[in-house]
C-alpha cells in the first residue's frame, strides 16, 4: 500500500492572501525577502506552511525583480560619462588644456570661468577605448605625453 503523496502549495502570502498555487523546488530564501520588500512588493512568507517552497509564477516574479536591478557599476548606457573635478588641477594645467583644444574664452578668465568652459567642453569629446587604452600604455612605458611633442612647423 502506497500512501498518498503529499502536495505542497506555495508558502507565500500575497497581498494578503494565502497563494494557492501547487509549489516548485524554487524557495523563498532572505535575499528575495529583502528584494520584494526593496520593491515594495507585499509578499510574505507564511510561516504555518512549514516550508518555503514557492509556485512558478511567484519564481518568475521574484526572479525578474531580481533581474531588474542594476549594479552601480554597471555601464550599460552608452552615455557613461565620468565625474572629473577640474578645481583640482592646477591653473597651468587648465590653461594648457584650453590651448591644446583651442578653447575661444576671453582674456583674464578666473579659474572657475575655466574650469566650467572645460567641462563643457570635455562632456563632448567622444573617446574610443580601443584606441586611446593602447596609446596611454606606450606614452607611460616611454615617458612621453603626446601635448609635449612639438608640432611640425608650417611653410609659409
Known amino acids: 500500500m ?11 502570502i500575497d497581498e494578503g492572501e494565502r497563494c494557492q498555487s501547487r509549489a516548485t523546488g524554487a524557495t523563498f530564501n532572505r535575499k528575495l525577502f529583502k528584494t520584494a520588500l526593496q520593491r515594495r512588493q507585499r509578499l510574505y512568507a507564511d510561516l504555518e506552511a512549514g516550508h518555503n517552497y514557492v509556485c512558478e509564477h511567484h519564481r518568475i516574479l521574484l526572479h525578474g525583480m531580481r533581474a531588474k536591478r542594476k549594479r552601480k ?30 578653447l575661444q574664452l576671453k582674456p583674464g578668465t578666473n579659474k572657475i570661468q575655466l574650469v566650467e ?12 577605448e580601443k584606441k586611446s587604452v593602447p596609446l596611454f600604455i606606450s606614452m607611460v612605458k616611454s615617458h612621453k605625453s603626446k601635448l609635449d611633442q612639438p608640432k611640425p612647423m608650417e611653410s609659409s
Open 2 to 12: 502506497s500512501s498518498p503523496e503529499v502536495v505542497q502549495m506555495c508558502c507565500l
Open 73 to 102: 557599476d554597471s555601464e550599460e548606457e552608452g552615455d557613461y560619462q565620468p565625474e572629473v573635478d577640474f578645481l583640482q588641477l592646477q591653473m597651468n594645467t587648465l590653461r594648457r588644456y584650453k590651448r591644446h583644444y583651442k
Open 117 to 128: 568652459a572645460i567641462s563643457k567642453h570635455f562632456k563632448t569629446i567622444r573617446v574610443s
